[in-house]
């Protein structure tokens, strides 16, 4: 395992509970928008991979009330919350550019604010493995960094983390070259308890 995924992992593992209150603290977040344009597009128990999904809520929670879904994330903490949370899905402990599935498995995968913690320079290979993931016509749905952050920040809520990405122009490229046609390419600002962040929000039909 690198050096970045010691960092998520173990920041992850100490912030799981400040970062699931501090979240919550973001009222303006417009995930539930996305969900509702990929839960449009697929039938009740689609199979659908969350990666990076965390303490499980409200993704996770949201997608298993319809569809069969596996959760993945790098830290044993927050599965556990999530285990918790959501006892209707399945999670498997991973990192997310190191698991492995066969070709085809999903009809569906969502990445919400995950894919910034791996290094910018895996995130086009990252990209090409979800492709292959997918079955024919399947959707990738995601929250990406929009800047060009590239390094730990030091304090994050009380421990260092990871952060990585790029500006949506490159993020698109990326997406494109891995076969992804894109139906939602929507650069989102929100009001974080220490100040606005913008993601870059994409919904992708492989």
């Not at 991979?49 to 903490?77: F, I, K, N």
């Not at 009809?107 to 993931?133: K, M, N």
């Amino acid at each position: 395992m690198s050096d970045a995924r010691k960092i998520v992992e173990a920041g992850y593992d100490s912030s799981a509970q400040r970062y699931l209150e501090w979240s919550a603290r973001i009222t303006d977040d417009p995930r539930q928008r996305f969900l509702a344009e990929l839960s449009g597009r697929l039938t009740d128990g689609a199979r659908v991979l969350d990666l990076g999904c965390g303490a499980g809520v409200p993704s996770t929670a949201l997608l298993a009330e319809h569809h069969d879904v596996l959760g993945v994330d790098v830290s044993a903490t927050q599965l556990a919350l999530a285990r918790r949370h959501v006892p209707g899905a399945r999670f498997e402990q991973a990192d997310m550019t190191a698991v492995s599935f066969p070709d085809g498995s999903f009809d569906a995968v969502t990445a919400f604010y995950s894919v910034l913690h791996v290094p910018r320079e895996e995130q086009g290979a990252l990209f090409g493995r979800i492709a292959r993931w997918l079955r024919p016509g399947g959707w990738f749905l995601a929250a990406l960094g929009c800047s060009e952050a590239n390094g730990v920040e030091d304090d994050w809520l009380g421990t260092p983390m990871f952060f990585s990405s790029h500006a949506p122009a490159e993020n698109r490229r990326l997406l494109e070259a891995a076969g992804f046609t894109l139906v939602v390419d929507e650069p989102v600002t929100i009001r974080e308890p220490e100040g606005d962040a913008t993601f870059h929000w994409v919904l992708g039909r492989a």
